[in-house]
């Protein structure tokens, strides 16, 4: 769970960082929470019932080494999940949703969390073996 809290922690910094240099915005506390609130539950939701299980399946099938840029694409890929979510939440969940700007802020964000966890994993994975 730590790893999950980690991920996101460090997605949602890609996610406020990308908002400042492309959009100079600055949120309030109060959208923090808000945003900080939803996108934690689309995380955990979406990688507890998807992300998470398919990395450690991919891990537990080939060489961590081997297969440490491949788990990482993949995880990048599945933050489709939580950005569906989020989206669906927001403002409905036809795909076409998928195309407005906030999603590709939410995509960064969701990304960067897969990324994270698919290297830790990866480096847990490896000090096992």
């Known amino acids: 769970m730590l790893l999950l809290l980690i991920s996101w922690a460090a ?4 996610y ?9 915005e600055v949120l309030s506390l109060d959208n923090w929470m808000i945003i900080g609130s939803i996108t934690l539950v689309a995380w955990l939701v979406g ?4 992300t998470f299980p ?3 399946l991919m891990l537990s099938g080939r060489s961590v080494q081997a297969g440490k840029g ?10 489709i999940v939580p950005v569906w979510l ?3 939440f927001w403002y409905g969940w036809h795909p ?12 960064l964000h969701y990304a960067t969390s897969g990324l994270v966890l698919s290297l830790s994993l990866a480096r ?3 000090g096992r073996g």
Do not use: S
């Open 16 to 24: 406020g960082i990308a908002l400042l240099i492309l959009r100079g």
């Open 47 to 50: 990688a507890v019932l998807v």
């Open 70 to 79: 491949l788990l990482a694409l993949t995880a990048a890929a599945l933050a």
């Open 11 to 14: 997605g949602l910094a890609a």
């Open 54 to 56: 398919i990395l450690r």
């Open 86 to 88: 989020n989206i669906g």
């Open 124 to 126: 847990r994975e490896r």
């Open 96 to 107: 076409r949703h998928l195309l407005i700007g906030e999603a590709g802020f939410l995509g």
